[in-house]
């Protein structure tokens, strides 16, 4: 589900000049043109209230706060996010794809207290895929169906589908990044206070862009808590002219951004969601979560009931080789929460996590159908011939013992019908 929404524009078209050496049509009486003129003023107030609904770009999404310029338009279409803890210490990496015209954008987070700001790897997310991947398993059915000879060809077992139950969404192989290193490493970041209701509209404004103030109301309530805010400044490789040609277009935000960690002091695991309240389409939410047990937000905050997708307990020798591991540092439970937000601006807080009463364990399975054989035939070919072979068999043995005892009959003088 998108994380905001687009732009949109309107199109008119001139009418047509009559052709030459044509007569041009008689004029419409003066109660047409009223009619018309009417008709055209209601068309024209619909389309502007439309489009003063759909004109400014959306901005809010669940880790944070996207700000561009209000020509442009910028969407954060998939974020998936791993959060860790320690007792103390927490940890956010988030993998952000964005979409739409702009050429660059501010992201705005914030923190309970000062933040490290460091660049992950991507490999994370992969090892989290294969980690909470469905196990396969096989189920057999008896009857051919279409597909299995001598319904079909014989090449596909059955509908050659599993149906995955209960397995999270997938995310699948990320987009192509047009966001480099280079620009990214090291960020162009920020850290204020939000007790300096200022610094972050200056240090917008430095940047280029403005605060909204639908924006500047969510943030009201880090600012009363003493939060901090993040604020990095995002543009795609080439948009200052770092070896564009000229007269290029410029490039616009597009892809999968290198994921970005956060590292923070912290009383207890917490993910921001306030500012996702002013977005104005349906919001959804993956959280990979890295604990001592299984970990589940404290309540839903306004949207549907969080879902458990996945729950197990990860050792280190399950682990692959690489910043999985680095992250876990060690045996950990990884639990994966999906919770999706119909109405926005009914989310009223940020998710707290907190540890279940029990670790229930959660493993998704995808079931693969494949017809029952025995020693590579069909069971109910072998069956089915098995049954005809009894039948003709004991029909033969029934006309056998008929004969049998009607011969025995004629030697004793019997006559048997």
Request: glycine content about 12%; aromatic content about 6%; proline content about 9%.
């Amino acid at each position: 589900m998108a994380k905001t929404g687009f732009l949109a524009g309107v199109a008119t078209k001139r009418p047509r000049r009559p052709r030459a050496g044509t007569a041009a049509p008689s004029g419409p009486s003066p109660r047409e043109m009223s009619i018309r003129r009417n008709a055209a003023t209601t068309v024209l107030l619909l389309l502007l209230a439309q489009f003063a609904a759909v004109a400014w770009p959306a901005y809010a999404c669940g880790c944070g706060g996207m700000v561009t310029d209000p020509d442009d338009t910028i969407a954060v279409e998939r974020e998936t996010s791993v959060v860790t803890w320690d007792g103390a210490t927490e940890r956010i990496v988030m993998s952000l794809t964005v979409g739409g015209d702009a050429t660059e954008a501010a992201w705005i987070m914030p923190v309970p207290d000062r933040a490290e700001v460091a660049l992950a790897e991507r490999e994370l997310f992969d090892d989290l895929r294969a980690a909470t991947a469905p196990e396969r398993r096989t189920r057999h059915y008896f009857w051919p169906r279409d597909g299995d000879w001598p319904r079909g060809d014989g090449d596909g077992a059955g509908d050659g589908a599993g149906d995955g139950a209960g397995a999270p969404p997938m995310d699948g192989a990320p987009p192509v990044d047009i966001i480099s290193r280079d620009r990214l490493g090291p960020f162009d970041v920020a850290r204020l206070a939000a007790t300096d209701p200022g610094a972050l509209d200056s240090w917008l404004g430095d940047n280029g862009f403005a605060l909204p103030e639908d924006l500047a109301a969510g943030l009201a309530p880090y600012v009363e808590q003493g939060w901090e805010y993040v604020a990095i400044r995002l543009a795609p490789a080439g948009a200052e002219g770092d070896g564009d040609a000229e007269g290029a277009e410029p490039a616009v935000l597009g892809g999968t951004l290198d994921p970005i960690s956060l590292t923070f002091a912290a009383d207890e695991p917490v993910y921001p969601m306030r500012l996702s309240a002013n977005a104005d389409t349906e919001q959804s939410l993956t959280l990979y979560v890295l604990g001592p047990g299984r970990m589940e937000p404290v309540d839903a905050i306004g949207g549907s009931p969080p879902e458990v997708t996945f729950a197990a307990r990860l050792p280190v020798d399950e682990q692959p080789e690489g910043p999985l591991r680095d992250l876990a540092a060690g045996d950990t439970f990884l639990t994966v929460v999906e919770q999706s937000f119909p109405e926005p601006s009914a989310i009223n807080g940020d998710h707290t996590l907190s540890r279940s009463a029990q670790d229930t364990e959660v493993r998704p399975v995808a079931y693969e159908d494949e017809l029952l054989t025995w020693a590579g035939v069909p069971a109910w070919l072998v069956t089915v011939l098995g049954a005809a072979l009894l039948l003709g068999a004991g029909g033969g043995f029934g006309v056998h013992r008929v004969r049998r005892h009607r011969r025995a009959a004629r030697l004793l003088g019997v006559h048997r019908p």
